[in-house]
């Protein structure tokens, strides 16, 4: 089993920055990508990025590309999600998640193990 915790979220104004993380724990050797999901109310769940986590891959939702980086910290066991320039439209539930699994893509949610209890990102215009 693997254990996920986020932190970082919370109230910001548009245009600010965030910086999210989520700590790992239990068998993380087993872990082969982890990933950040968001929803928002009355919306499905969305990919947003995820990151291989030996090799440090990453791979992002076309459209926050640029504004979105996803890193990790493998000796600290803990992902990380730097949120720049937001919007408004990135309100949302974020989550963290960790698949055991090589894939030809990662972008589905379905596809994880191991799932966070969510941190909430509220973005003020």
């Known amino acids: 089993q693997v254990q996920l915790v986020e932190s970082g979220g919370g109230l910001v104004q548009a245009g600010g920055s965030l910086r999210l993380s989520c700590a790992a724990s239990?068998?993380?050797?087993?872990?082969?990508?982890m990933g950040w999901f968001r929803q928002a109310p009355g919306k499905e769940r969305e990919f947003v990025a995820t990151?291989?986590?030996?090799?440090?891959?990453?791979d992002y939702a076309d459209s926050l590309k640029g504004r979105f980086t996803i890193s990790r910290d493998s000796a600290k066991n803990t992902l990380y999600l730097q949120m720049n320039s937001l919007k408004p439209e990135d309100t949302a539930v974020y989550y963290c998640?960790?698949?055991?699994?090589?894939?030809?893509?990662?972008?589905?949610?379905?596809?994880?193990?191991?799932w966070g209890q969510g941190t909430q990102v509220t973005v003020s215009s």
């Open positions: 998640a960790a698949d055991r699994y090589i894939r030809s893509s990662w972008s589905r949610a379905n596809d994880y193990d191991y």
């Open positions: 239990g068998r993380t050797s087993s872990i082969y990508v």
């Open positions: 990151i291989t986590w030996s090799g440090g891959n990453t």
